[in-house]
């Protein structure tokens, strides 16, 4: 009886985060279109609800969809998937933590570098030039990227002494505050958000690394993006709000990153490695040893 229960509580909490990740494409695409003076979707449904329903179900029923790729390619979009879904079961909410868990932080850094491995494997395995080309700027991005993160991870622990994820999110205090416009543009490099979206850097053309893929596959890479801007937005807002405003943060962080998409230019990837080499791995070495 009680693994029937654990089961559909897991269900349940899977399929609302996967319908709101799959809204918030549209929540993405209207905002934009709104900030750009032009309309977003707004015929399929009223105020264009049911869009996000029509295109899963074009990527879905899309004809040979999986026959020109290799098995390595399929496992990779999988992995992608499975790793993004995972990463919420160690949400630091104390009623929806699904497992509970004294290193929790030390599994959120291991399923982040999973999410990393996976998306260096799906351009990599492409057989196309520029899926090529987007899986090597996958790999000095998400390497400049995960030295910083691991440092903050590393303030955390060394802040509060544990690994665990609840106890860091309870005890809300200034080093929180201090690390957290860090992290939050750490966490537009991990998940490829402009001004940090090298993975696809010529997506006006051919979308770098994802150019080969179509069908089930996009559509698994594409909703394990959302997943992971709504994790993003979960997880910073745990760490510096109170449970009773974790849904104004939430909304902030996704309004926030969606804004970035809409003004910001893309930088170059020099730019990137200054700002991590000479900027954040120092002055996070610096607040680790002040610690």
């Known amino acids: 009886m009680i693994f029937v229960f654990f089961f559909f509580k897991v269900s349940l909490f899977y399929i609302v985060l996967i319908t709101i990740a799959t809204y918030l494409s549209l929540f993405e695409r209207k905002l934009i279109g709104r900030i750009q003076w032009r309309y977003g ?3 399929c449904g009223k105020w264009g ?5 029509a295109d899963g179900l074009k990527l879905f029923f899309k004809q040979n969809a999986l026959e020109n790729h290799s098995a390595i390619s399929i496992f990779a979009c999988a992995l992608l998937l499975f790793a993004s879904l995972l990463q919420f079961a160690f949400l630091p909410l104390e009623r929806l933590t699904l497992l509970p868990s004294s290193y929790g932080l030390l599994f959120i850094l291991a399923i982040h570098t999973v999410i990393n491995f996976s998306e260096l494997l ?3 395995t492409s057989k196309s030039k520029y899926g090529l080309i987007g899986g090597t700027r996958a790999v000095y991005q998400k390497m400049a ?9 590393l303030c955390f622990f060394k802040h509060k002494n544990s690994f665990d994820l609840l106890v860091i999110s309870k005890d809300i205090g200034l080093t929180n505050w201090i690390l957290m416009p860090i992290l939050f543009i750490v966490s537009l490099i991990n998940i490829s958000r402009i001004p940090f979206d090298f993975l696809e850097a010529e997506s006006d053309l051919v979308a770098g690394a994802y150019t080969e893929y179509g069908g089930i596959l996009f559509g698994i890479i594409y909703l394990s993006d959302y997943l992971n801007v709504l994790f993003t937005a979960l997880f910073l807002s745990a760490l510096v709000l109170p ?3 974790l849904f104004f943060g939430v909304f902030v962080t996704i309004f926030t990153i969606i804004l970035c998409r809409a003004i910001l230019p893309r930088c170059l990837p020099i ?10 791995i120092p002055l996070l070495c610096a607040f680790l040893i002040f610690i």
Do not use: H
């Open 271 to 280: 730019q990137l490695l200054k700002l991590m080499w000479r900027g954040f």
């Open 49 to 53: 609800l049911l869009q996000p329903i």
């Open 122 to 124: 799906i351009g990599i």
């Open 41 to 43: 979707p707004r015929y």
């Open 145 to 153: 990227s995960d030295l910083p993160f691991i440092l903050i991870m």
């Open 243 to 245: 449970t009773n405003l």
